[in-house]
């Protein structure tokens, strides 16, 4: 890694070189550049290693200026320094003639210090322009984003087939009242968690890291990683034992993040590093890796790669984002997700709408109700398998309580789909989380991690209930246009399976109208109930052959009030995956119609 820092420290010491040249070729003294050079380039090798500096172009260009700054005062110094050396030489000598170099000095300074004023009158330049590009680039920053937009997300059809996850903190809990199984274990402590799939399961990693510099002199690799299921409320971590010579708390030529940043020397990294793990349960860091785009310190979020370091040899690859190893489940970081999400929401009509004087239309704010990125993020798994990132959006209005919309993130490809209903209103997180947090107040649970489902065409936030010490209770569904309906539960099938029987039994109109799910079923009745309210009449049958409960509204059929047992039916219902209860609006009665 110290040869790889080469590359790094030449890419810094660009104008060092430049001004070291231009001195060279004004006072012919090789020696002094040959060694002004390498002790220059010494001193930033350590400074940079030490460092780790970010590698945007606007950065970049900066420490090159400062270094080739601090470069030509040590010429001038330095020249100034051996001239007067020599002239005190000549005068000791008694030659009694007139010192040439104070011509040649003169002639240095002169020219010379216009390098000097270039310097500076460059950084001014430099300055200047990153401060206009990055207001003029905000709209090709913009059109950088790979986005699409969708009124309605994936159906939730059953917690099998779309896992519903813990909140994290329980999984890092249990994680914490497991760390005496490690050796040694207070020269460690519990880091970050990331959510994958391992095996085809989903699951939470954290990471085992040193707990100081000389833990880590000491010991020079962490012993493995934990492991836990990420959708099993009974589930209890497992210590993998897989040493970790190059993790994030490791130093000098074993810091991961060192590793990473030798190994893409014109890339910058963004945010935190990743620990996931392959089939055979070698563990790797991964790291989101971008360009800048010009000197507007924003990245382009169309040109995304990832660094994978594997966490036993050191080897570091760099992949192009979608390109990136099958077992990495996100190639994008949280931290690229987030702020892709930010500028999505602020900068769609440009820069001046979004200031304290424009309109702010279209302006949506990121809540900061998730999990990752200082809160603003929440992974979650789609049916396919896909790791995705979810947010909503608000106004910002304090007085407000709801949801502009809300955007997945595809982890892998950085494709983001902003989901609005334009005719329903939805109630955004915090609302969610402050029905949540109602529901048994006398016990203190803490809602935390609400995601928002489309559930048999109704959109429902799922949120974990905590206790104080991070143990999980409860999910709670909450249905986010109409939030007299929670339902709360055990675990995710039965909360979910309650909560659809909730929404039939209240009459909704929302409900899945997905082809897929589409059946026609005929047959006989075998079971009638009339339920009344104040409001409704529903009526629940059993068809022959039928596992699942069927509900109509008399409302929307009003001859179904005379259906009884042994009636011939026929009618088209969504018959979602495992689902119980069903939802129909049109039954043919045979006799009747």
């Known amino acids: 890694m110290l040869l790889s820092f080469i590359n790094v420290t030449l890419v810094f010491l660009i104008g060092t070189l430049i001004v070291n040249v231009v001195a060279l070729l004004l006072n012919r003294k090789i020696k002094w550049f040959i060694m002004s050079t390498v002790i220059e380039f010494i001193l930033a090798y350590f400074v940079l290693y030490i460092q780790l500096p970010p590698k945007n172009l606007t950065t970049l260009i900066n420490i090159n200026l400062l270094f080739a700054f601090v470069a030509a005062v040590i010429n001038l110094i330095g020249y100034a320094g051996i001239s007067s050396f020599n002239k005190i030489n000549s005068w000791m000598n008694q030659n009694g003639t007139k010192n040439v170099s104070d011509r040649t000095k003169t002639y240095f300074f002169r020219r010379y210090i216009f390098v000097v004023a270039a310097l500076f009158l460059l950084w001014i330049t430099v300055g200047a322009i990153a401060f206009v590009t990055k207001i003029t680039s905000i709209n090709n920053v913009y059109q950088s984003i790979p986005s699409k937009t969708k009124e309605s997300a994936e159906l939730l059809t059953s917690a099998k087939d779309m896992p519903i996850a813990l909140a994290p903190d329980t999984a890092k809990r249990k994680m914490q009242q497991k760390f005496s199984v490690i050796p040694n274990s207070n020269m460690y402590e519990l880091d970050g968690i990331t959510a994958q799939v391992v095996d085809g399961k989903y699951v939470y990693v954290a990471t085992v890291e040193f707990n100081g510099f000389f833990k880590w002199l000491k010991n020079k690799s962490v012993p493995g990683y934990f492991i836990i299921s990420a959708t099993d409320v009974n589930a209890q971590p497992k210590f993998v034992k897989k040493p970790l010579k190059y993790s994030p708390s490791a130093y000098l030529n074993n810091d991961a993040a060192r590793k990473i940043y030798a190994a893409a020397p014109t890339y910058a990294s963004m945010g935190r590093m990743n620990l996931e793990i392959d089939e055979k349960g070698t563990p790797y860091y991964v ?223 929302n409900h899945s109208t997905n082809k897929k799910y589409d059946k026609s079923i005929s047959g006989s009745v075998t079971r009638v109930a009339i339920v009344n309210d104040s409001k409704n009449t529903i009526i629940n049958f059993m068809v022959e052959g039928q596992k699942a409960i069927f509900k109509i509204d008399t409302n929307n059929e009003p001859k179904a009030v005379f259906l009884k047992e042994g009636d011939k039916v026929s009618f088209r219902a969504n018959m979602l995956d495992n689902a119980k209860i069903a939802t129909i609006e049109e039954i043919k009665i045979n006799g009747l119609n």
């Open 287 to 509: 790291q989101t890796l971008y360009r800048e785009y010009g000197v507007s310190g924003r990245m382009k979020f169309n040109e995304f790669k990832t660094a994978v370091l594997n966490a036993q040899t050191g080897e570091v690859k760099v992949y192009q984002a979608n390109k990136a190893p099958k077992f990495v489940d996100a190639p994008i970081t949280s931290s690229a997700a987030n702020k892709m999400n930010e500028f999505y929401g602020r900068y769609q009509n440009g820069w001046w709408n979004q200031t304290s004087f424009g309109a702010k239309r279209n302006v949506k704010v990121p809540t900061d109700n998730g999990v990752y990125a200082a809160g603003q993020i929440t992974p979650l798994i789609d049916s396919k398998g896909n790791l995705l990132y979810f947010t909503d959006f608000t106004s910002g209005n304090n007085n407000q309580d709801s949801a502009l919309g809300y955007s997945l993130i595809n982890a892998r490809t950085g494709q983001l789909t902003y989901y609005r209903d334009k005719h329903t209103g939805l109630m955004d997180s915090d609302g969610a989380i402050s029905i949540a947090d109602k529901i048994y107040p006398e016990k203190k649970w803490v809602a935390q991690m609400p995601i928002l489902y489309n559930i048999d065409g109704t959109p429902t936030w799922v949120i974990s209930l905590l206790d104080s010490k991070g143990i999980f209770k409860k999910y709670v569904y909450i249905n986010a246009i109409d939030n007299d309906i929670v339902i709360d539960g055990d675990n995710a099938q039965e909360a979910l399976d309650a909560y659809r029987n909730d929404l039939a039994s209240n009459g909704t109109n």
